[in-house]
């Protein structure tokens, strides 16, 4: 058992860990003040730099799950990712449910991608 | 890494992947007027057919998450559940707690599943 | 496939599912009248428990998911999680969110783990 792990800014817990060839990774962004979607751009932005890390990317995406504050962000939240996550050989399975977030986060991503 | 995906009528997701003899799945029921046990019904149906086109099935499921618009409605979801499970060498590891969904859905279910 | 199942009380589902070297858990503490950072312990010591049965633990940890019936209860709840999981070299990629849960649960803690 091979453990890599990639601590954050925060005790207790990493953004992303890998074992066995899959990456396990979060990311929200902690800015206050922004649109949902500008907040998705920063997330995806920094949960790619992790996937990238981590020796993943969009390529490597399996599952995903959005969380949003606020259900009737959807559509812009979809848009910005639909941008991001680029053709259809790279869509995860992906479920998208409203949850209380912390601080001021709108949008927070948690995915497993295979390493490529 | 291979990877296979499933995609079904939505844009930048898939409703399954599967990756290193592991399938990642989800389902919801769209229509609305419908019961959450109607609905539950639907889903489980969906993922099912899921499930075997991806080479795994009720005997694979490893982990579940069960999102409900309401709460109060988890009896109601449960029967459903377990009437479709099966027997107890069929249970994942699941939980179920209460999310917002999109649109008209009362309930949202992900797995990871093994090859069977 | 080789999938052992850990059956807790519920029907319908396991508290740990193993396959692939990879350990499923979950686990919730359903007393009542409890504050959270109680019922915290109380989950992870159930968490824990489970884990070692099935052939991992705390350094094993991937991936955890903890769902919060009060977002307002996070300090509390992390500051418990911060004592139990110990040093960076267990850290799990984390997510935290606020979600409706059963009963009188105010904490319910999901982890993907490996055999350690």
Sequence with gaps: MAIKRFH???????RAVVNSGLVYAVATDTSSGKSVAEQTRRTLEALEKTLLEAGSGKGGLLQ?????????TKAEMDAVWCDWVGGEENWPQRACVGAD???????EIVVTAAQT
Tied chains: 1, 2, 3.
């Design 101 to 107: 977030l912390a601080g001021a986060d709108l949008v």
């Design 64 to 72: 995903a799950t959005v969380y949003l504050r606020d259900m009737s």
């Design 8 to 14: 954050g800014e925060s005790r207790g817990r990493c």
